[in-house]
């Protein structure tokens, strides 16, 4: 068991498992990593803060949902692929039937003024929220005109040009990467 | 082609270059689902985006939302496990080799790489759905006050997007 190496003794079952993570898509409201990490690591103790951050480095490199990637390599880790199922039903039972739940809803409201007003402020300001992500995530780019040039051909590419991104994305992530690897301070 | 195997092929190519998650696929979404599929307008997707933001769950909610609109519950369902299974494959043959390469220069190097891409396919993400949304000055006025108080202030987004549908409801805006 890998877990012991941590001197730990967790060992949740699949059961556990997917409750755990059930909790979790449940309170999710605006992130849903905050309250993943309350239960991994100081709720249940499946791992420690330094295992914890470990992981989700891992989860935030590969492409994917971060959180939905975390399911996947702890579920794995205690229970192999069984434990990565539960962990990522877990997760995902409770937003997918909400979710569906305010699309049928929508639908049969949508036609009436002020839903239909209510959601022209609601995309103009969701649309808000994605600009001040990317102005808070855009911070580190600070002082590096390299990185800040890679950004603005990304953003040219994508948003002017309209190029597919499965051709854009491996061109341009080869590209930033030896280039800033190659201009490394 | 099927619509529900149209929709699965859409959703695990983007699962694969998911990097910053759905924010950052929303230019290719948009893309598939209105200029090549025909599927909806720019705007019925801007407004499945913000509803998305009133579910709990990861932000990839979005993904089941397109799926309803053009395949009822079970497009909800390939949709969303679309987006779900080529990554999470990767995850699970990744997380047990992950020791061997965490510290491995390539990876670091990779991963700095990644940085501004992912920056500016969010910014792209940002420019395409304000240029669905701003329908006319006061959905404007809406993005240039809401954007202030994400960025300047502490509230709880959830709070300023509810504030925003409120203002919408009873006839400020729209």
Not at chain 1, 35 to 50: D, G, H, N, S
Not at chain 2, 91 to 115: C, E, I, M, P
């Given at each position: 068991?890998?877990?012991?190496?941590?001197?730990?003794?967790?060992?949740?079952?699949?059961?556990?498992?997917?409750?755990?993570?059930?909790?979790?898509g449940v309170y999710g409201?605006?992130?849903?990593?905050?309250?993943?990490?309350?239960?991994?690591?100081?709720?249940?103790?499946?791992?420690?803060?330094?295992?914890?951050?470990d992981m989700l480095g891992l989860c935030s490199f590969l492409p994917g949902g971060n959180i939905m990637n975390v399911t996947i390599a702890l579920g794995a880790r205690f229970r192999g692929i069984p434990g990565a199922a539960a962990c990522f039903l877990g997760l995902m039972t409770a937003p997918v039937a909400i979710v569906i739940a305010l699309g049928v809803v929508y639908d049969r409201y949508a036609y009436l003024p002020p839903v239909r007003q209510a959601f022209v402020a609601l995309s103009a300001a969701a649309a808000a929220f994605?600009?001040?992500?990317?102005?808070?995530?855009?911070?580190?780019?600070?002082?590096?005109?390299?990185?800040?040039?890679?950004?603005?051909?990304?953003?040219?590419?994508?948003?002017?040009?309209?190029?597919?991104?499965?051709?854009?994305?491996?061109v341009l992530t080869i590209g930033s990467t030896l280039l800033l690897w190659r201009f490394r301070k | 082609m099927s619509t529900?195997?149209?929709?699965a092929a859409v959703y695990a190519q983007l699962s694969l270059m998911a990097f910053g998650g759905a924010n950052a696929l929303i230019p290719e979404m948009q893309r598939q689902v209105v200029d090549v599929h025909h599927w909806m307008s720019a705007q019925a997707f801007a407004a499945l985006y913000a509803l998305a933001q009133a579910a709990p769950g990861p932000n990839m909610m979005v993904v089941s939302l397109v799926g309803l609109r053009?395949?009822?519950?079970?497009?909800?369902?390939?949709?969303?496990?679309?987006v779900a299974a080529p990554s999470s494959v990767l995850?699970?043959?990744?997380?047990?080799?992950?020791?061997?390469?965490?510290?491995?220069?390539?990876?670091?190097?990779?991963?700095?790489?990644?940085?501004p891409v992912t920056?500016?396919?969010?910014?792209?993400?940002?420019?395409?759905?304000?240029?669905?949304?701003?329908?006319?000055w006061r959905a404007a006025l809406v993005i240039v006050v809401t954007a202030g108080l994400f960025i300047f202030t502490k509230l709880n987004p959830l709070l300023i997007l509810g504030a925003a549908a409120v203002t919408g409801a009873v006839g400020l805006v729209g």
């Open positions: 068991m890998e877990a012991i190496t941590t001197g730990e003794t967790a060992s949740p079952s699949v059961v556990d498992l997917f409750t755990g993570f059930f909790i979790v409201f605006g992130g849903v990593l905050p309250w993943a990490r309350r239960m991994i690591v100081e709720q249940r103790k499946w791992l420690t803060p330094v295992e914890f951050t994605v600009l001040a992500t990317a102005w808070k995530i855009a911070s580190p780019l600070r002082g590096k005109p390299l990185a800040i040039g890679v950004a603005a051909c990304t953003f040219v590419a994508i948003a002017v040009l309209r190029l597919p991104l499965m051709a854009a994305m491996p | 529900l195997s149209q929709l053009v395949g009822g519950f079970w497009g909800a369902l390939v949709t969303t496990g679309a995850t699970y043959l990744v997380s047990r080799v992950w020791d061997r390469f965490k510290n491995a220069s390539w990876r670091t190097a990779l991963q700095a790489g990644l940085q920056i500016g396919l969010i910014s792209a993400s940002a420019a395409l759905l304000i240029e669905s949304t701003t329908v006319d």
